[in-house]
T-cell receptor, first 113, second 115 residues
């Protein structure tokens, strides 16, 4: 079985401050990890993914995520948040050879001007 | 860029109606998916297709069926719509697992209201 936990329903951060959105996962074998962002009334947009290699992955819009195997985590980070980063963020995981993704419940990020 | 399109952004139907949601992708992807998204529940997989005429049940298939007659098109069918099927429906596509890049790409979603 594969699953993702996003422990916080909402993350509030002041504009210009660092942003962190937490994700922990459970999967058999090596994980493939993904972050998606959803703006209001829109579909999900792909941000970044970890497949193998460097634990620090860089993605779109200045976001990055760090894979930590010992803590089974894949937290999303951005050094300086923008008001336009306010959106719903989803973490997802699958194992090698599995076509299905398991999604977390999502984190609402609110960046306060 | 990958493009996944869905036939309607907003749809209002009555209880008992048969509802068709259409999804088309233009990247020759093998896999196509239908999810529903509800607040606090995240995305839940309804059905998945890994090839033409092939389908696999997801986590919540009850009350739904699917059709994939052509590689680029994947339809979700609500045989008899009920109010508890009011939701946001998202379609996605990807290459087969193991074929890079196999990221799932999503359409804009259809917000369905069943009265």
């Amino acid at each position: 079985a594969q699953s993702v936990a996003q422990p916080e329903d909402q993350v509030n951060v002041a504009e210009g401050n660092p942003l962190t959105v937490k994700c922990t996962y459970s999967v058999s074998g090596n994980p493939y990890l993904f972050w998606y962002v959803q703006y209001p009334n829109r579909g999900l947009q792909f941000l970044l993914k970890y497949i193998t290699g460097d634990n620090l992955v860089k993605g779109s819009y200045g976001f990055e995520a760090e894979f930590n195997k010992s803590q089974t985590s894949f937290h999303l980070k951005k050094p300086s948040a923008l008001v336009s980063d306010s959106a719903l963020y989803f973490c997802a995981v699958r194992s090698y050879g599995n076509n299905r993704l398991a999604f977390g419940k999502g984190n609402q990020v609110v960046v306060i001007p | 860029d990958v493009k996944v399109t869905q036939s309607s952004r907003y749809l209002v139907k009555r209880t008992g109606e048969k509802v068709f949601l259409e999804c088309v992708q233009d990247m020759d992807h093998e896999n196509m998916f239908w999810y529903r998204q509800d607040p606090g529940l995240g995305l839940r997989l309804i059905y998945f297709s890994y090839d033409v005429k092939m389908k696999e049940k997801g986590d919540i298939p009850e009350g739904y069926s699917v059709s994939r007659e052509k590689k680029e098109r994947f339809s979700l069918i609500l045989e008899s719509a009920s109010t508890n099927q009011t939701s946001m429906y998202l379609c996605a596509s990807s290459r087969r697992s193991g074929q890079a890049p196999d990221t799932q790409y999503f359409g804009p979603g259809t917000r369905l209201t069943v009265l």
